[in-house]
C-alpha cells in the first residue's frame, strides 16, 4: 500500500506543528519557573516583567505572547509552587482523635512544610499585605487550606484555645519558634499549650 504525497506532506506539517508546541511549551514552562524563584526570592510584587524575561532567557515580546495578563502568571507560579511541594492533607488528619495528637500531628506536617517553603513564604505573605494580585492568590491558594485546617484542627476545642490556634498556624508564629526550636518541637510546644486551654 503506497503513501500518496499529500499524506506525506501533512505527516511532515503535523510534525512541525508538534515541535512548534513543544517549544512553545518549553518556552512558557521556563518563564514560569523564573517567576517562581524570583517571587520566591524578591516577592511578586517586586519582580518585574524585565527581570523574568531575563531569567527564562527569553525577550519581553515572547513573555508577553505567553502571559499577556499579569493574573495568568500568578496563576501559573502559584500553581506551580504548590504542584512542587504541595500544602499538607487535612483529611489525613481525620483518622486521629480531636485534641492533642491531632494537633501535633498537623501542626508537624505545616511548620515542616513552612521550613521547606520559608523564603517564598516569607515573600509572599508581606507582599500579601499590600499587593492586591498577591493576596488573591494567597486567598485562593492558601486560604482554603488554612480554613479546613483550623476547622479539623479546632474540633471541639473552647474559644480561648480556639483563639491560640489560629495564631499557632500563623507563618509569624512558626517563624519566631523557628529560631530555636525545630518542626516537631514547635509543633508539640503549641499542642500542649492550645490543650491546656481547653
Known amino acids: 500500500m503506497s503513501t500518496s504525497s ?3 506532506r501533512a505527516a511532515k506539517r503535523s510534525y ?4 512548534r508546541a513543544d517549544r512553545q511549551q518549553e518556552t512558557r514552562r521556563k518563564i514560569v ?8 526570592s524578591l516577592g511578586p510584587a517586586r519582580t518585574t516583567v524585565a527581570q523574568i524575561a531575563e531569567r527564562a532567557g527569553v525577550q519581553r515580546h515572547t513573555y508577553y ?3 499577556p495578563e499579569e493574573r495568568e502568571l500568578f496563576l501559573a507560579c ?3 509552587a504548590l504542584e512542587r511541594d504541595p500544602l499538607p492533607d487535612v483529611g489525613d488528619w481525620t483518622s486521629l482523635p480531636a485534641g492533642r495528637e491531632r494537633l501535633g500531628h498537623g ?3 505545616i511548620y515542616f512544610w513552612y521550613e521547606r517553603n520559608a523564603e517564598q513564604s516569607a515573600c509572599v505573605l508581606r507582599d500579601a499585605e499590600y499587593h492586591p494580585l498577591t493576596r488573591e492568590m494567597v486567598e485562593l491558594r492558601m486560604k482554603p487550606f488554612f480554613v479546613s485546617a483550623a476547622e ?3 474540633e471541639g476545642l473552647s474559644k480561648r484555645a480556639l483563639a491560640l490556634l489560629a495564631v499557632a498556624l500563623d507563618f ?3 517563624r519566631s519558634l523557628s529560631q530555636s526550636l525545630g518542626p516537631r518541637d514547635s509543633a508539640r510546644l503549641m499542642s500542649e499549650a492550645i490543650v491546656r486551654l481547653d
Not at 512541525?16 to 515541535?19: A, D, H, V
Open 6 to 8: 499529500a499524506q506525506v
Open 16 to 19: 512541525r506543528l508538534g515541535r
Open 33 to 40: 519557573e523564573a517567576a517562581v524563584e524570583l517571587h520566591s
Open 65 to 67: 505572547a505567553h502571559f
Open 78 to 80: 502559584s500553581g506551580l
Open 107 to 109: 501542626l508537624e506536617a
Open 152 to 154: 479539623i484542627l479546632g
Open 172 to 174: 509569624a508564629c512558626w
